[in-house]
């Protein structure tokens, strides 16, 4: 079972920037599609961004498209999402989330992630 620590959440004004990074440990980082998702109070946990093991594809939900950008450096096995215009709507706790396997729209989907981290919250003021 991959391990996943979060980092690099915090308070911002609106139009800002900030950018999360998602250490993992314990079994191979790069055999994992890797993802972003993110749940705010009163509301479900829902898909931001995701990213083969590769870093060729990527996804992102329609609400960052052109706002949010999620990489991955496997040699150090870490994650990255790169936030940038943010906007008040975007406050809640973020997670990492590791699938063993998903592809296209399956990736947006909860339930095929089995890892995930401890989440990190952040907060964009108006």
């Known amino acids: 079972q991959v391990r996943l620590v979060e980092s690099g959440g915090g308070l911002v004004q609106a139009g800002g920037s900030l950018r999360l990074s998602c250490a993992a440990s314990?079994?191979?980082?790069?055999?994992?599609?890797m993802g972003w998702f993110r749940q705010a109070p009163g509301k479900e946990r829902e898909f931001v961004a995701a990213?083969?093991?590769?870093?060729?594809?990527?996804y992102y939900a329609d609400s960052v498209k052109g706002r949010f950008t999620i990489s991955r450096d496997n040699a150090k096995n870490t994650m990255y999402l790169q936030m940038n215009s943010l906007k008040p709507e975007d406050t809640a706790v973020y997670y990492c989330?590791?699938?063993?396997?998903?592809?296209?729209?399956?990736?947006?989907?909860?339930?095929?992630?089995?890892?995930w981290g401890q989440g990190t919250q952040v907060t964009v003021s108006s």
């Open positions: 989330a590791a699938s063993n396997y998903c592809s296209g729209y399956s990736c947006y989907e909860v339930k095929r992630y089995n890892g």
């Open positions: 314990g079994r191979a980082f790069s055999g994992y599609v």
């Open positions: 990213i083969s093991w590769s870093g060729g594809t990527t």
